[in-house]
Structures are given as structure tokens and as C-alpha cells.
């Protein structure tokens, strides 16, 4: 896999013949822009950046690349978390940023074509004026088809599930040059292999996304927000699982604790005690439909014991709640500059979720290391984020880390909910799947035979 | 393929090895009763019939026959639609009907561990006292195995999903006799390739389920039925539109027609008129809830002309309504003895249904051709039930099923909406799916070179 090519300058010359000179470049600030994601990853220069902007030229290119085993590697954002799209081995990185159009609206469908470099965001906005949007939300402005390759979900995952669940068709270039489409516009379906599942979440190591139809959802006509603030941790996920076994169908449910919810509301306004606490929103069609469900929240907590709970359907107070959740993590960094971070991100059945958490704070207080911890707790998603300001200290973030990563296999549950493989969650995947990662490699190797296609990822080394 | 060795007494004498001697059979009669699922394809008798009680029995079944090129057919219920577990080449019929064990209710985290061979209905009925149930419905007592292995939907896959959306972790014998595991209990999960949605919808041509863990929810507190007659097809199924484009949440809606509405309220002593009729569901936790939705419903139904609205909660009349939309295709049965029936299965993006609909009765006219439609129409899937009674009628019935099927490709949507594919729509496979089926084939070679799982199925010849 490494014995790969160099980008000559015939090359270059090649790609530019494919995608026009002015989506090209060999810049060294071009190639730095895109050496390195949001992880702790070494940074690797890509040889050379193309910006495609049809998937002809997409398929292309990798057709170029595959005859000439020269790595590609597909960009989005760059907003990953665990080394998803460094271009290890050099080669030629792959921008997806200029193509970005909303090909078709199906309004009455709740359907949109977008091509992958389009922002979440940004087509939210677009689709507002269709009173529809996307609902997987990771933050971050990642991009379409970089949210459809790792799978990306968010805040809203529980009620409206992560990017799998809300995307219908996909065309795809293969190594090979190859454009194929798979899935369709009904949202029934039940013709052959679902390729379309198989392309989702395989992090550009099997094809490139060059085209998407997304499943959308009308906006929710009322939004209301809870916040509840608990004594202890223990109680505020036991609540968690109490809330979910009600059956209730919240839009989201956070967990932040006590020094998160200080930070946030310091920097943000907001009124929120120093407590661990909990963040949830419930959407209706009518008025009438969300106070049950209110109701049902706080007896919920109350009984759990939590000290106070405030309810709003103030839409600019739920927006900064919900901005402030968004961005705790850049919050975490400015207030703590001289720290460098490492967020996890493990998942399990929510039943284990109280004793996920509980071993998060032993391995931290085992290995004497410090941080936050925030959690999409209606899915059994936490993200530790964990402080590292030296060498020595990171072996030992490093280990509460593995000890998370463990706990949750154990109980059920998976290495990666929601940030993907990459390079940092690789060594792990033979522990949660088994033989079944030998599947997983025979897959790569029937599409792409010279493994040209994001190396270095996913897979074990 | 097609070169297959028979099936011998020494592998006879093998077989019993692996299942042990009162799990196999080789009498005409239990052979007979594993020639033929629900459709009109011709039966084909196995050579032998197995039924194995554990996983490993499936898998040294599946190393066996891979090693003496011995076809491999797996059956669940063989209620099937489109011949999907006809053992066309004979050999081992594997019926996994000796598999129906629950293996661990995770009630908390509304999920449920089982053995293929259980069937739904009775799962269902297990799961009641948890207050828990698997949505997808296909009608008939489906095995929860054959249910994956086709990714079967029914009436309330509007609101739940099909079964592919239910199911997050499976056990899979591989045709080598490997057995692998694939997904986690966590309801979030981004830990490399999806194998798990390969598997489902794969008709047993890629694999045997041996385990699955599903996805369960709440039993609604309450459940309320709506009955709207329309002075004409189009009116009705553009009120389907405007329904779904309404953002309700309905947990069915059902399209029958006028003949079908007459026939189900004679036979089940419903108080249906002999009109085109949307049957719906609406589900809610509160009784505040529901009624805001039913007045949505009432004003869009009276907005595209209804003639008559009945909403009832009451749960006796509701379930009579449901049992007799389950059963329409038995008591057409009942009604014309002396016809054989072709049951289509298309589906479309929503916004295009009526025409979808128009189609199928301009079709209908100019073949000169009579029968029955009944959909599900909130997911834009139909099935034109069409009346055959003699070999020329037959071939006007495929007519109007071909004519079916390019229309719903071209609407962009798919030959199959839930019956799989089976034999009956693998000619219609390249049309719908272009060069992604020369990807099926290539995952179909790896999986299983030898061509042993359930071979003729999905692929043209």
C-alpha cells in the first residue's frame, strides 16, 4: 500500500488537463490548508490539490491516480476529529469545495440533489425558505458528502437519526473511474444490495460521493428547550435512561457537566448553574401537543432529583443554548489556550450509559487527568474530551481513552458514534468486529485493488 | 452456476452429522411443503430439507455445501412474493423454522435479540408485556429472517421504517461456513464499513442470518383510525399528497379502491362505501395529542373532496379495519375462485403517485386487464393486483406489470418497494440500477464464488 508513485510533473500537467488549471494547484500554503484536520494528527502534506468541479473530472482523476497508483484523498471540510481525510501518503488531495450546487428541491417530496461540497449549513439556510432542513447536525459547517462518508450525526440524532438514515441516493466515482449510482427517490426500496450503506461511512476508502439526494424534514413548528440541573452525574444519566424509557420522542438530549455548564454560562449568558446537567429540546406540530410533553420531562428529572428545571420556548434563548452547546469545544480552547485536547467518542445501549460514565470519571481520576465531558446522552454517545500539556500526560489521556474505548465494547456498544475510524480509532476495529474486519478488507481490495483511496485509514496497519 | 453437484447419500449422511437425523428430511411431502412461496413462479423440490437449531449447524451446513458445489436455499415463512426462496437448482432447502428462540430482551434499551426462524406476529406478542413491538408489518406471519433478507415494510413503515431502519446487529454465516458478526448494540455507530445493511435485502444470496438484534418502540398509548371516501382515484391519492406533504406524522396511510372497499366491507362487516378510500393511523402518547392531528387530517381530506370522514379510537373497530386491509389479498381469493393473481409491488417518490396511479389505470384499460389496487400510499408504494385466468390474459397482466415497472423507474423510483426481487424482478435490475449491478455481481462473487446461496435469484440469467 505504500509503495505508491510521485506526483510528476507530468502529472500535474495530466490533472490539469482533467480539471482546468485554475482547480489546481501545487502551492505550499494550498497543500498546507489541507494537511491536517481538526484531530491531534501529524499533518501530512498532499503533492498536489485539485478542486473538481463535475464528477466526470472526479472520476477522472481517480481513473489517472488508479493507473498510476498515486493515493487520492477526498476532502470536505476538514472538520473531522480522528485524522479521517490526512492525506498520509501524500499524493493528490481531492477538494470536493467547489462543487457545491442544490441541483433540485422536490419540496412536496421533502428531497434535495445537492452535489458533496455544499455545507450543512449553508443548504439549511437554503432550505428554510422551504420551511425543510437536514436534521443531522455535527457542529461544525462540514460538508454534505464529508457527513455522508463518516456518517455524521449530532445533536438532533435521536429523534432524526445520523446521515445514514437521511440519505436516499448517491452517484459515486469508483478507483477505477467509474461513476455508478445507487439507491433512488422512493423512499421504499427493495431492489437488490444496498450499495448506498455500504458507500456511507466507509470515509472516501471505497469511492468518492459525487452526488447526493438527502431526505428532509419540515421545520418543526414549536420548538421548546429544557434545562435541568442535577445534584450528582449519577443521577442526571439515570434520568437519561428514565427519559428515553418513557418513550418520549425528544429532538435532542445533552448531557454537559458541572464545569461545562459553568464555562457556557459564563462565556454565553446563560443561566445555568454549576451543576451536571442536562439539555433537551422537543419539537410539535401544535401547541397543544408540547406541554404533555413537558410535563412528562419534569417529572421526570424531579424525580431523578434534579434541583431545577427551566423550560423555554423562547426561540432566540433556545438558539444561544443550543450555539453555546455547538461550540463548547472552541469555548474549552480559548479559555484554556495553554491545553491541547483529545475528544473521544464512544457509543452504547443507553440502559449501560450511567455505567459508561462512571468508569470515564475512574480512568480519570485513575490517571490523574483532567477535562469536560459532553454527551449526546439520548444515543448513548459521550464525547470525554480530555487535557493534555505534556508528553507523559497524553500516554496518560491516552490510556483513559483505551479504558473508554473498552468499556463501551463490553457493554454492548462501539469504539466511534459519530466521528468515524480515521487513523486514530483504527487499532481497535479487529476488537469490536472480529473476523467480520477480514470482510471489511476484502471489500477494499474488490474496489480498490491498488489502494489508492484515503490509505492509511480504518484499517489497522 | 447452474453446474451443481446433487445431492448424494453420503451428503445425506453428512447433513445428518451436522443437524442430526430428526432435523433433516428427505420425504416428498416436506419437500413439497419448501417448493413454492407465495407467488405464481414454478415450484422447484429440493433434494433435501434441513432444519438446523443452532448457528454453528447453519455454518457447517454452508461449508459443506460450498465444498461439494451443492445449492444452499435459505426459507423463513415462505410467504414471499416474488419466488425469493423457490430452490430453483434443488439441493439443501434450509429452513430456519427450527431457529425461533428470543435470546435476551433489552427492554430499557427497546431492543430484542433473536433467532431468525421467529415469526413476527409471534415475536409481537411476546414483546406485549414489555409494552415494546417491532413496527414493520409485511401482513402475512413473515419470519423476522426472511423479513431482513428481503428488508420487508408494510403498513406502518410511513411512520417506523422498514425493516432494514430495525435491526442493529446481526450474526451471518458466510457461504464458506464463517460466521461473523456485524453492527453493535449502540444505536449510534461509525466504526468502518456498513456489512450490516449488505446483509439485509440480500435475499439470502450473500449470507444466512443466524442472529439479529432489532430495534424496538413503544407501543402507542393510543392509536386512532381514519376512514376518508373520494369521488375518484385522483382525488384520493392527491389528497395522499398533500397529507404527507403536511408534515403529519401518520403512522399509516393506505390506499384502496373503490372495488376493493366494497368487497372488504361486505366480507368484514365494514362500514366502508364502494368508493376510492385513504385509510389512516394516527399515533400519539397523550390524549391532548392526537386530536390536533385528526382535525389536519379532516381538513385536508374535505379540501380534495371527501365524501365521508370516520375517525374512530375505538380499538375492536380499528383492529377489524386493519385485519381486513391484511388480509384484501386472501378474501380477493375467496371472492373469485377461479382467478389467479399477480400482486405488483412498485414504489415512487410521494409527489408523483397520482401519476404512478394514472398509469396503472391507463395501463389496465388499454390491456384490456381487470384487478384490484391497494398501496401504501404514504410511502408512494403500490400494489395493482391483476386478475389472470387463462395463459393470453397472462401475458397482457405482464404487460401492464412491465408498464408498471418502467414508469416507476422513471418517476425515479424502484421495480420493488418491498417484495425483494427474487426472480420475478430480476430482468428489471440493469434498467434501475445501470453499471451498480456489475458492483452487485462482484460482491455476490466475493461472498460466495461458488455461486451455492440461493442461486437464480436478483440476477438477470
Chains 1, 2 share one sequence.
Not at 476488537?431 to 491498488?450: C, F, I, S, W, Y
Request: proline share 6%; charged share 15%; aromatic share 6%.
Amino acid at each position: 500500500m505504500t509503495h505508491f508513485s510521485p506526483v510528476t510533473p507530468m502529472i500535474v500537467a495530466q490533472l490539469e488537463a482533467i480539471v482546468g488549471a485554475r482547480n489546481l494547484s501545487t502551492a505550499v500554503a494550498d497543500r498546507q490548508l489541507h494537511a491536517q484536520d481538526m484531530s491531534r494528527f501529524a499533518p501530512q502534506l498532499p503533492e498536489v490539490v485539485v478542486w473538481p468541479e463535475t464528477a466526470v473530472q472526479v472520476a477522472n482523476v481517480l481513473s489517472l491516480a488508479n493507473a498510476q497508483r498515486i493515493p487520492v484523498t477526498p476532502w470536505g471540510a476538514g472538520s473531522s476529529l480522528e485524522g479521517n481525510p490526512i492525506p498520509r501518503f501524500g499524493g493528490i488531495l481531492l477538494s470536493l469545495a467547489r462543487m457545491t450546487a442544490v441541483l433540485a428541491v422536490h419540496a412536496d417530496d421533502f428531497q434535495v440533489t445537492v452535489l458533496p461540497g455544499i455545507g450543512y449549513k449553508d443548504l439549511n439556510v437554503q432550505l428554510a425558505r422551504y420551511g425543510l432542513f437536514f436534521p443531522p447536525d455535527p457542529g461544525a459547517n462540514a460538508t454534505i458528502g464529508g457527513m455522508l462518508a463518516n456518517n455524521a450525526a449530532g445533536i438532533r440524532t435521536v429523534k432524526y437519526g445520523a446521515a445514514k438514515d437521511n440519505v436516499l441516493r448517491l452517484e459515486v466515482a469508483l478507483a477505477d473511474g467509474r461513476l455508478i449510482h445507487t439507491g433512488s427517490r422512493s423512499i421504499k426500496q427493495a431492489a437488490g444490495y444496498d450499495l448506498l450503506h455500504l458507500f456511507v461511512g466507509s470515509e472516501g476508502t471505497l469511492g468518492v460521493i459525487t452526488e447526493a439526494t438527502l431526505r428532509l424534514t419540515p421545520i418543526p413548528a414549536l420548538m421548546s428547550a429544557v434545562m435541568a440541573s442535577f445534584p450528582s452525574v449519577a443521577q442526571a444519566v439515570e434520568a437519561v435512561v428514565a427519559v428515553r424509557g418513557s418513550g418520549l420522542d425528544v429532538a435532542a438530549l445533552e448531557f454537559i457537566d458541572a464545569g461545562t455548564a459553568a464555562l457556557l454560562a459564563r462565556e454565553n449568558q446563560l443561566d445555568l448553574p454549576a451543576r451536571p446537567t442536562l439539555l433537551m429540546e422537543l419539537h410539535a406540530a401544535h401547541p397543544e401537543t408540547i406541554q404533555p410533553g413537558l410535563e412528562m420531562v419534569r417529572a421526570i428529572c424531579a424525580e431523578f432529583g434534579a434541583e431545577r428545571i427551566h423550560a423555554t420556548a423562547d426561540p432566540t434563548e433556545r438558539q444561544r443554548l443550543w450555539h453555546a452547546r455547538h461550540h463548547t469545544y472552541e469555548t474549552w480552547r480559548r479559555a484554556r489556550p495553554e491545553v491541547q485536547w483529545l475528544i473521544t467518542d464512544v457509543a452504547v445501549p443507553i440502559s449501560t450509559y450511567p455505567q459508561l460514565i462512571a468508569q470515564a470519571e475512574a480512568a480519570m481520576a485513575a490517571q490523574g487527568v483532567g477535562g469536560f465531558m459532553i454527551g449526546h446522552a439520548g444515543d448513548g454517545n459521550v464525547h470525554v474530551t480530555l487535557a493534555i500539556r505534556s508528553a507523559e500526560e497524553e500516554r496518560r489521556v491516552q490510556a483513559v481513552n483505551h479504558a473508554l474505548v473498552q468499556k463501551a465494547i463490553e457493554l454492548g456498544g462501539t469504539c466511534t458514534g459519530e466521528h468515524g475510524v480515521g487513523i486514530g480509532k483504527a487499532a481497535f476495529m479487529p476488537q469490536e468486529h472480529g473476523t467480520a474486519v477480514d470482510l471489511m478488507r476484502a471489500l477494499k481490495q474488490m474496489l480498490d485493488p491498488n489502494g489508492i483511496l484515503n490509505p492509511g485509514k480504518i484499517f489497522p496497519a
